[in-house]
């Protein structure tokens, strides 16, 4: 009687693993090409709790209001139940759900094909912008393939194999000042890349030559949160539309990530989290305002997982709230997405992460390798 209980016990657990994995790997149907821009915004950490602190701090509104379709995203990781940014940053940029720590790699550490990768073979401008460092989880999901995404001077490398045109964050050590004495930025050099940082030039003084692919560092390492200074991302989404649009005329991929909004949920801070939501927003609402006026580019609007269990237990919405915390960590439940333009309405619903990259081959009206 147990012994039969058992086996029926590891038949199910068997075939609902079978499903989930089909489920989670199945591509779309390729369509007709809708999408000529994607502009994929990243909020790290941004659950609907940290999009409603933002909201509340900012006098009940928000340029994210101006979104029509969204979805609920479901964010595990192949091994576990709460993911990392490297294993949801991987499902975006490949459509394959890899185990926490990874970048774009499977779960048998083979590379995976990015979508900037399809990319730059279809011809289209490519960008990575952020507010940590450049080989941090996030952004190296879209350059890199690593089993390890603490190895960051190693996956720094990585940008050699790659022919992204413009980048722009943090971790110029990871580039610069490293345990082999390589220095990466003057290789990137030599394959024609112009390579400034904050140390000679700010970014707002760059006179960008768009026959050439640049590298902007914006810290040695990690950028200041918002609340301690930092500024530059603002400019940066206006720059990088203008720089892509003359890079290629067959358009674009920019990936732009909030990053820090996750750093306020680890750090159980609700004033980091609201200030770095904020400052996010007016990047929404520089996308938006683009794409409302191109007519052709998709904008979406993510996260990779809820950092903090972060709730907004009591107050008013004109005075402060108090908030509170369940975890100084990552959490499971699922996190909003948002999305406008060209390819918008197949953003609704709730799906796995991995089908982020499928919607927007399909958007692009490409097939997958
Ligand atoms: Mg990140
Ligand atoms: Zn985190």
């Given at each position: 009687?147990?012994?039969?209980?058992?086996?029926?016990?590891?038949?199910?657990?068997?075939?609902?693993?079978?499903?989930?994995?089909?489920?989670?790997?199945?591509?779309?149907?390729?369509?007709?090409?809708?999408?000529?821009?994607?502009?994929?915004?990243?909020?790290?950490?941004?659950?609907?709790?940290?999009?409603?602190?933002?909201?509340?701090?900012?006098?009940?509104?928000?340029?994210?209001e101006r979104f029509k379709h969204m979805g609920l995203v479901k964010c595990h990781s192949s091994n576990n139940l709460i993911t990392d940014s490297a294993a949801s940053g991987t499902a975006f940029a490949t459509g394959i759900k890899t185990f926490n720590g990874a970048v774009g790699v499977n779960p048998n550490r083979e590379p995976v094909k990015n979508i900037v990768e399809y990319?730059?073979?279809?011809?289209?401008?490519?960008?990575?912008?952020?507010?940590?460092?450049?080989?941090?989880?996030?952004?190296?999901?879209?350059?890199?393939?690593?089993?390890?995404?603490?190895?960051?001077?190693?996956?720094?490398?990585?940008?050699?194999?790659?022919?992204?045109?413009?980048?722009?964050?943090?971790?110029?050590?990871?580039?610069?000042?490293?345990?082999?004495?390589?220095?990466?930025?003057?290789?990137?050099?030599?394959?024609?890349?112009?390579?400034?940082?904050?140390?000679?030039?700010?970014?707002?003084?760059?006179?960008?030559?768009?026959?050439?692919?640049?590298?902007?560092?914006?810290?040695?390492?990690?950028?200041?949160?918002?609340?301690?200074?930092?500024?530059?991302?603002?400019?940066?989404?206006?720059?990088?539309?203008?720089?892509?649009?003359?890079?290629?005329?067959?358009?674009?991929?920019?990936?732009?990530?909030?990053?820090?909004?996750?750093?306020?949920?680890?750090?159980?801070?609700?004033?980091?989290?609201?200030?770095?939501?904020?400052?996010?927003?007016?990047?929404?609402?520089?996308?938006?305002?683009?794409?409302?006026?191109?007519?052709?580019?998709?904008?979406?609007?993510?996260?990779?997982?809820?950092?903090?269990?972060?709730?907004?237990?009591?107050?008013?919405?004109?005075?402060?709230?108090?908030?509170?915390?369940?975890?100084?960590?990552?959490?499971?439940?699922?996190?909003?997405?948002?999305?406008?333009?060209?390819?918008?309405?197949?953003?609704?619903?709730?799906?796995?992460?991995?089908?982020?990259?499928?919607?927007?081959?399909?958007?692009?009206?490409?097939?997958?390798?």
């Amino acid at each position: 009687m147990f012994k039969n209980f058992f086996l029926l016990l590891a038949i199910i657990t068997i075939n609902s693993c079978d499903s989930s994995i089909a489920n989670e790997v199945q591509p779309m149907q390729s369509n007709s090409p809708r999408a000529k821009n994607i502009i994929l915004l990243i909020g790290d950490g941004m659950g609907v709790s940290q999009i409603t602190a933002g909201l509340y701090a900012n006098g009940n509104h928000l340029e994210i209001e101006r979104f029509k379709h969204m979805g609920l995203v479901k964010c595990h990781s192949s091994n576990n139940l709460i993911t990392d940014s490297a294993a949801s940053g991987t499902a975006f940029a490949t459509g394959i759900k890899t185990f926490n720590g990874a970048v774009g790699v499977n779960p048998n550490r083979e590379p995976v094909k990015n979508i900037v990768e399809y990319a730059e073979e279809k011809g289209l401008a490519t960008g990575l912008v952020v507010t940590s460092q450049m080989a941090h989880a996030t952004p190296a999901a879209f350059f890199g393939h690593h089993h390890k995404r603490s190895l960051m001077e190693d996956i720094a490398a990585q940008l050699l194999d790659q022919d992204i045109d413009l980048l722009i964050g943090g971790g110029q050590n990871h580039f610069e000042n490293r345990k082999d004495n390589q220095n990466i930025s003057k290789k990137l050099r030599k394959k024609g890349y112009q390579v400034h940082s904050f140390m000679d030039k700010a970014l707002t003084e760059i006179e960008a030559d768009p026959q050439q692919n640049l590298l902007y560092f914006t810290a040695a390492g990690l950028p200041l949160p918002k609340h301690q200074g930092r500024d530059y991302l603002p400019f940066a989404m206006d720059f990088s539309i203008d720089f892509l649009q003359k890079k290629s005329k067959k358009g674009f991929f920019l990936m732009v990530e909030g990053s820090q909004i996750d750093l306020g949920g680890h750090a159980k801070n609700s004033d980091f989290i609201i200030s770095e939501m904020l400052e996010f927003d007016e990047i929404v609402g520089k996308a938006l305002d683009f794409a409302e006026e191109d007519g052709n580019t998709l904008v979406i609007l993510g996260a990779d997982h809820e950092t903090g269990g972060y709730a907004i237990n009591y107050g008013s919405t004109e005075d402060n709230f108090k908030a509170g915390f369940t975890s100084d960590y990552h959490t499971a439940t699922m996190v909003p997405i948002f999305a406008y333009g060209p390819g918008a309405e197949d953003f609704t619903g709730i799906f796995d992460n991995t089908q982020v990259f499928f919607k927007m081959m399909d958007a692009y009206g490409w097939n997958v390798d």
